[in-house]
């Protein structure tokens, strides 16, 4: 079963916390200096919130699938889009390991698909691909450490 994914870059990772524990009437599934997650069943969403982007805003879009057969599912279908799209095999980001895909819609809005199969100490060097296809870190200022770009 599929899950839309919505991340957003967030200013005060507190406040917003607080302000999203009221609207889903839950607290999230991880909380990090710098990140948390909320795994909702209603809507289905996996919904997260970074203070690593570069300006408060959606960050990206996804769909997150429970095995590596859907992704290979999703990314066909990325394929007949028509965009570039960028495998990541074996990411790690958002604390978690994953397979990933990456493309850009008409408006140049970055989607990814991902199968999440692990977890990580971490929040890892994952990058957004431009358009292009080349790397943009994720607003992470911490390049040299996370060596992402």
């Known amino acids: ?11 005060d990772l507190d406040a917003s916390v607080a302000f999203y524990n ?4 839950v607290e999230p599934t991880v909380v990090k200096q ?3 997650k909320w795994m909702l069943d209603d809507p289905r969403v996996n919904f997260s919130i970074s203070t690593r982007g570069d300006q408060g805003g959606v960050d990206h879009l ?3 699938v429970d095995s590596e057969d859907e992704l290979g599912e999703v990314a066909g279908r990325l394929q007949q889009a028509g965009a570039p799209v960028l495998a990541q095999p074996d990411a ?3 604390y978690a390991r ?5 493309i850009y819609d008409p408006d140049r809005v ?7 199969h692990g977890e990580s100490p971490v929040y890892g060097s994952d990058f957004v691909p431009t358009p292009e296809g080349e790397r943009e870190c994720c607003g ?3 390049k040299a450490e996370d060596s992402c770009c």
């Open 98 to 102: 994953s397979e990933k895909n990456w």
């Open 92 to 94: 790690t980001c958002c």
């Open 62 to 64: 996804g769909i997150q």
């Open 110 to 116: 970055a989607w990814e698909t991902f199968y999440t």
């Open 140 to 142: 992470n200022e911490q």
């Open 22 to 25: 009221s609207l889903f009437n």
């Open 34 to 36: 710098d990140y948390a």
């Open 1 to 11: 079963m599929k899950r839309l994914h919505v991340s957003l870059s967030v200013t």
